[in-house]
């Protein structure tokens, strides 16, 4: 069974093709700043032992509808294509940011599904709309009866209890505009808990784990017997954590401050508050962590500033998640800060020694480059792991399993011809 994962950003469009019966990457690829005049498209495949690998060239792309037709044409090319005709993709998943309160698992996309995602997009302004439209591009190049699954980040959050989720602000706020938590990253916590429990053997029922999702974005999430206890994004993907750009949490009454002494507009707020903190904002140099990272070893001070703020409420963020979760049996690091900045690791680590958390040093410097395992020592009390993210895969998983679904209810419909998989 192929299927063909789609992840639609404010202006990009990530992709991969993979055989779901052995959940091998067949090809991969993206567009880039669509809409703008520096588009550009890549692919990655492989084909008859020869590996094709066409990274960022240049390329007109205005919208998601041209961005779709020219992913289609790389893996129908003669020579380096990986499919001879679009009837070999079975399904297609969608990673879509925001599910509100009204999704809470994936769902087969139909017209009233799109019409409620479309309903969302003031929730999700940059990403929801851009999705739908991915979603409609689809059923024009691949066919409406191509079998199209919404993948929600926000899905895996819904666990969340009330006490969790909810703002203590005026409640007609929630009942007028569903003003509560909701959550981001749900597909990278799930993935490397899911990931945890089969290199461990452990019944992920009956664990506890704090997973750190550290990168452009960052979230921090407690998930208790595989349910989400408490999570550090909010409303938006901007609170939480210092990121990139983002600022995370911060006292409320800061934003009218600056606000009525800088003179600024509701939207300028809200730019300088995504764009322009963050270790951005902190550091005056970057909001890349690579570079940001090499100004600190190098002595700048803003820069060591930055990550030391990181440090402090990354400590905050993982002891308050071990309390509410009375324990805690494993932390795990994920996303491109998460995957590669032992050192980032290693200090926030060492507030947990009272915990009984004992890293491997040497496991933890080598631990880098997307490599996967164990960074603690054989007799802490708690394991440590770094677990490279794919959301991606998440996203073909859930698409499998929706699509197999409606397959058993639909044994008649010349859908597509496949065995179900691992029980589903």
Known sequence: MKVLAINVGSSSLKYRLLDMQNEIVIAKGACYEIGSPNSAISYDAQVNARVFNREKAPCRIDNCEEALERISNNLLDKNTGVISSLDEICAIGHRIVHGGSIFKDSVLIDAEVIEKIKQLSHLAPLHNEVQVDAIKACRKIFGTEKKEVAVFDTAFHSTMLPSAYMLPISFEYYEKHRIRRYGFHGLSHKFVCEKYADITGKNIKK?????????????????????????????????????????????????????????????????????????????????????????????????????????????????????????????????????????????????????????????????????EGRISLPDSKVDVFVIPTNEELMVARDTRRIVSFERTKNDDENVCSYKRVNGL
């Open 207 to 371: 664990i506890k784990i704090v997973s750190c999702h550290l990168g452009g974005g960052s979230s921090v999430a407690a998930v208790r017997h595989f349910c989400v206890v408490d999570t550090s994004m909010g409303f938006t993907p901007l609170d939480g954590l210092m990121m990139a750009t983002r600022s995370g949490s911060i006292d409320p009454s800061v934003i009218t401050f600056i606000q009525k002494e800088e003179n600024l507009s509701v939207d300028q707020v809200n730019h300088m508050l995504n764009k322009e903190s963050g270790f951005l904002g902190v550091s005056g140099i970057s909001g890349d962590a690579k570079v940001v990272g090499r100004a600190a070893d190098e002595g700048h001070e803003r820069a060591i500033l930055a990550y030391e703020m990181l440090t402090h409420q990354l400590v905050k963020l993982i002891g308050g998640y071990i309390s509410v979760m009375n324990g805690c049996d494993a932390i795990i690091f994920t996303a491109g800060i998460g995957e590669n900045h032992w050192s980032l690791r290693s200090k926030v680590l060492e507030n947990f020694a009272y915990l009984g958390v004992k890293l491997d040093k040497t496991l933890n410097k080598a631990m880098v480059e997307r490599k």
